[in-house]
């Protein structure tokens, strides 16, 4: 069919463009995760990638970085969730064992709290008052569910782990490659200025490695620095209590919410000093790492306001999940910067 009309060709090529274009993020949408994932790590290691292909060609330089990669990353975190899950699993079922020899359950999960009612009435404190019983039998729901939840997840998806770490170890070397191939080829098919897609290139490097050194590698200092004088003093599971110290500072809570109730805990069970020190230790340690290491990892890589950081954070996790850490600033990023080119470009005072 010979259109005539270059108003109708204009709008039939676009409409072919826009269904190619929806097809394409339905076909790639499933394996989202994989190639962001794929692509924050070959931009992190691609300095090494580049030192190692002086040596060697590319493709082997691209096989020796990719495995460098699983050596430092990938399997030793698959390693430290493997020990956190079993010690989930082994401390959820010490945590039954010492309520059913301290008599607050019984062997078919019965809650009885007489045993501790004197104690707690010492201290003035009133279990009918306040539902002490519905509380705890919550409570201990609430966290059982959580570690079934997790190591279920764990190996329910084992083979579909396996399957996308088989994938992202094939992104990553095709990428450590044409990664700037790719770059240029985006660049040719784009319909924005070449100036504007580098601006958007150099803001996706900078916002991915202020999520990355901002978020997760602070997340891992202050967990580390906490579970050393744990580890020490033998405070068990400290794996798991690394993991969640590490969750809780990138969603972000804090790591606070496991050692101040630690802390206490030690006190209140006959380890004033111990207690009294991860407390001190822990509340110093996290804001020397704020206040220090903070401001030099991140320099100048995102200028994004604390608040707007804080809920895309949030705003990305509640939507995407995980990964919604990296989504939620690189999407508020790309808008902020948008604005800033309309602005500049288009926007003409009256």
């Known amino acids: 069919m010979n259109i005539k009309s270059p108003l109708l060709k204009e709008w039939y090529l676009f409409a072919l463009i826009l269904i190619l274009v929806i097809l394409v993020v339905l076909i790639f949408a499933p394996f989202l995760n994989v190639i962001v994932a794929s ?32 050596l430092t990353v990938v399997i030793p975190l698959a390693i430290i969730l493997t020990l956190a899950a079993a010690e989930a699993v082994s401390f959820g079922n010490r945590i039954g064992v010492f309520l059913q020899n301290a008599g607050i359950v019984d062997s078919t999960g019965t809650v009885s709290l007489e045993p501790i009612k004197p104690v707690l ?15 705890l039998i919550q409570a201990g729901a609430q966290t059982g569910q959580l570690i079934y939840g997790i190591v279920s997840a764990i190996v329910n998806n084992f083979a579909n782990i396996v399957i996308r770490l088989f994938f992202m170890i094939f992104t990553m070397i095709y990428l450590f490659i044409d990664y700037e191939r790719l770059g240029k080829g985006f660049k ?10 580098e601006v958007f290139a150099d803001k996706f490097r900078s916002t991915t490695r ?60 006959g380890r004033p000093l111990e207690g009294l020190f991860i407390i001190v230790y822990s509340a110093i340690a996290i804001n020397v790492i704020d206040t220090t290491l903070r401001p030099r990892l991140l320099k100048k890589d995102t200028n994004l306001h604390p608040v707007v950081a804080l809920f895309s954070v949030l705003g990305g996790l509640n939507l995407f999940g995980i990964i919604g850490i990296i989504y939620g600033p690189l999407i508020a990023v790309f808008f902020l910067t948008i604005m800033e080119v309309y602005r500049a470009r288009y926007h003409t005072a009256p």
Do not use: C, H
Request: hydrophobic share 65%; glycine share 6%; net charge neutral.
């Open 188 to 197: 040719k098919i784009s319909p924005l200025p070449d100036d504007l897609d």
């Open 39 to 70: 692509l924050i790590l070959v931009e992190f290691f691609m300095p090494l990638y580049k030192k190692i292909a002086k040596i060697l060609p590319n493709w082997a330089a691209s096989i020796v970085t990719t495995v460098i990669v699983l």
């Open 121 to 135: 009435a010492t201290l003035g404190i009133n279990i009918e008052q306040i539902s002490l019983r519905d509380v």
């Open 210 to 269: 202020a999520v990355v050194k901002g978020t997760f590698v602070i997340a891992l200092l202050q967990a580390t620095s906490v579970a050393i004088p744990m580890w020490f003093m033998g405070i068990e599971p400290v794996v798991l209590w690394w993991v969640i110290m590490v969750i809780m500072s990138v969603i972000p809570v804090g790591s606070g919410v496991v050692w101040a109730p630690l802390g206490i805990l030690m006190i209140i069970a």
